[in-house]
Nanobody, 114 residues
Framework: VQLQASGGGLVQAGGSLRLSCVSR????????MAWYRQDPGKERELVAH???????TYADSVKGRFTISRDNVRNTVYLQMNSLKPEDTATYYC?????????WGKGTQVTVSS
């Protein structure tokens, strides 16, 4: 299983970024996908989750600002991040499972300046 995340960068507070994660080695359309984030010294936290049926859940801290979506033709999951805040600064990871085992992408850094 390979998860290749991209789209991170440096943005000012109030700005937007869109993260992408291309998946290989899974039957993408059948898999739930998720985005996590981790700041140094903190635990990794779930940001957003989308099921194969496109049901979505979000962390309270990002509701109304972030949107997770998926493209089953491109085997890609997206995270549209709007109204970014400095506290959104973290490394963002794509996540899925196969056969009950967890798989993580390498992460993409998002830095929001105040």
């Amino acid at each position: 299983v390979q998860l290749q995340a991209s789209g991170g960068g440096l943005v000012q507070a109030g700005g937007s970024l869109r993260l992408s994660c291309v998946s290989r080695g899974i039957v993408f359309r059948l898999n739930s996908m998720a985005w996590y984030r981790q700041d140094p010294g903190k635990e990794r936290e779930l940001v957003a989750h989308i099921t194969s049926g496109h049901n979505r859940t979000y962390a309270d801290s990002v509701k109304g600002r972030f949107t997770i979506s998926r493209d089953n033709v491109r085997n890609t999951v997206y995270l549209q991040m709007n109204s970014l805040k400095p506290e959104d600064t973290a490394t963002y990871y794509c996540y899925t499972t196969r056969g009950g085992l967890p798989y993580w992408g390498k992460g993409t850094q998002v830095t929001v300046s105040s």
